[in-house]
């Protein structure tokens, strides 16, 4: 039960970067285990990174490991997600997505509770 509001998304060229933040309501956010997710027109929803909920912790994607970073502010009930050399494959629109009762890196979206309504990504070449 936590409502979840991503911004940030735009329109990038190669190699630049973004940062898209996603904004949590209530008072327990420090509960909740956050992943970012993308979907590109047609395809599957894939899973991008996560972060713990003291925010110890990350996993990423291989495809975005070593470009992407996920931090978190719980004061401020807000993660993030850094986008460095961004390529056009990195188009989609992301969410962001909350898990109660887990402390655990995960990585399927089915593993999550909540969304958000997403935030367009657009890379050019």
């Known amino acids: 039960q936590v409502q979840l509001v991503e911004s940030g998304g735009g329109l990038v060229q190669a190699g630049g970067s973004m940062r898209l933040s996603c904004a949590a309501s209530g008072r327990t956010f420090g509960n909740y285990v956050m992943g970012w997710f993308r979907q590109a027109p047609g395809k599957e929803r894939e899973f991008v990174g996560c972060?713990?909920?003291?925010?110890?912790?990350?996993y990423y994607a291989d495809s975005v490991k070593g470009r992407f970073t996920i931090s978190r502010d719980n004061a401020q009930n807000t993660v993030y997600l850094q986008m460095n050399s961004l390529k056009p494959e990195d188009t989609a629109v992301y969410y962001c997505?909350?898990?109660?009762?887990?402390?655990?890196?995960?990585?399927?979206?089915?593993?999550?509770?909540?969304w958000g309504q997403g935030t367009q990504v657009t890379v050019s070449s």
């Open positions: 972060i713990t909920r003291g925010g110890a912790n990350t």
């Open positions: 997505a909350a898990r109660a009762g887990s402390n655990s890196l995960l990585s399927s979206a089915l593993e999550y509770d909540n």
